[in-house]
Structures are given as C-alpha cells and as structure tokens.
C-alpha cells in the first residue's frame, strides 16, 4: 500500500466538545502594557507532527453530517499506544450511497466547487476511486475489506445491496482487525485546523519498515 498525501474530507464532522472555557475578550487597548496582552506580535500556531498508531478496528456504522446530512461511512478503532478511541470517516460520492451496486463507469466526471475553500473539489468518479476501489487497489473501502480477509476475518452476511447493508456487512468482516492509523493535521483555515484526525489505515505489516511512515511520529517506538 503506498503512502499518500492527506487529503480534506468533503465534508466537515463537528467532533467537538464543549470544554466549558470561554475565549477572551478584546480590551481595546493597543498601548504595549496597558492591554491584557503585549502589542507585538504573537508566535503562530505549531502545526502537530503526523502521528501514526498501531490499532484495531472496533466497529463500522453508518454517520450523518450536521451541515447537510451527508451520509458517510465510520470506521471506529482503537488505539494500541494510547488506548484512545477515533474514527475514519469515508465519504463515498453519492451515487454509490445510493446504489453500492453502482458501475462506477456511470458516474460524473465533472468537479464540484468545495463550498468551504471556494476551490474545485473532486467528481464523482473521482471520490469512488479514493474512497471506495480503483485501479491501484488502494481504494479506502477495498483495502480495508481486503486486509481484514487477509487476516482471516470472514462474514456470514449476503453481499450488500443497500449502504446500510453495507455497513452492517463491513462492521462484521472488519471488526478485530489490525491496523495502523495515520493522523494528520486537518488543516484548512478553521479552528481546528491544528487538530490531528484519521485519514487513512495502513498495513500494519509496514510498521518496520523505516521509508513507510517518513514524517509520521511512530507511537509504538
């Protein structure tokens, strides 16, 4: 499985908490010593080191977006460094939440304006060879599906044929399955910009493999 470059999800998942602090306030005041705070200027804000965790897959269900009720797939793990729990989140084009059983020579090549960055998003095409299988075989769902089959995982369930089914289908083949998580910053303008969060589950048979995890801050070592 190659190394990719992190990539914004199409959609933003508000997993936030409210930690019970409020910002504060500007006082007004420019005078250096006079203000709350000095009036040169502050340092920026440190972009968090990639990390990558050894984990395991506790679970798939089905998530809906706040902002537009976007359906998506959330692959939940655990991790084995830190004993945290997240998620990957999949966000499929919407043909294929409609149809799993899409032929994906059907859907559009034509791009969507991201409504957050006013920049050219991806097509629907597009989003399927990412998120779900491609040439390569490194499609999100895919590969997933297929490193837990080649760790032995096995579901009595028929082949899906809606998207819930399909969640219900990967939630028993995939669950135990090991994996490492790779978290990069989210990036973007927001206030979150700065926070780490999934973007994709490697082969944990690439955990000593030194060129694999270049830039990423390996947990277990």
């Known amino acids: ?25 500007d ?3 420019t005078e250096e010593g006079t203000g709350l705070f000095p009036s040169s200027a502050p340092p920026e804000k440190p ?21 537009k009720g976007t359906r998506y797939l959330q692959f939940s793990y655990k991790s084995l460094d830190t004993a945290a729990d997240d998620v990957l989140s999949v966000f499929p084009p919407q043909a294929y ?10 859907l559009s090549d034509e791009t969507a304006i991201n409504e957050a960055t006013g920049k050219p998003g991806l097509s629907e095409r597009q ?8 040439t390569k075989g490194d499609g999100t769902i895919e590969s ?5 089959i080649e760790q032995g995982h096995t579901t009595s369930r028929p082949l899906p044929r809606t998207f819930d089914q399909l969640a219900a289908y990967l939630n ?12 990069r910053a989210q990036g973007g303008d927001g206030d979150f910009a700065d926070r780490l969060r999934v973007v994709r589950f490697a082969d944990p048979s690439h955990r000593d493999d030194p060129k694999f995890f270049k830039g990423y801050r390996k947990l277990w070592q």
């Open 97 to 106: 939440i409609d149809n799993v059983l899409i032929d994906p020579a059907t």
């Open 1 to 25: 499985m190659e190394e990719t470059a992190a990539v914004a999800t199409e959609e933003t998942v508000d997993t936030t908490e409210f930690t019970g602090t409020t910002p504060i306030e």
């Open 47 to 67: 972009v968090p080191t990639p990390q990558a965790h050894r984990g395991t897959i506790t679970g798939v269900t089905v998530g809906v977006s706040k902002e």
């Open 172 to 183: 028993e083949l995939t669950t135990g399955t090991e994996v490492i998580a790779l978290l």
């Open 127 to 134: 989003k399927y060879a990412r998120n779900v299988r491609n």
């Open 27 to 29: 006082t007004g005041t």
């Open 144 to 148: 997933i599906a297929k490193l837990a």
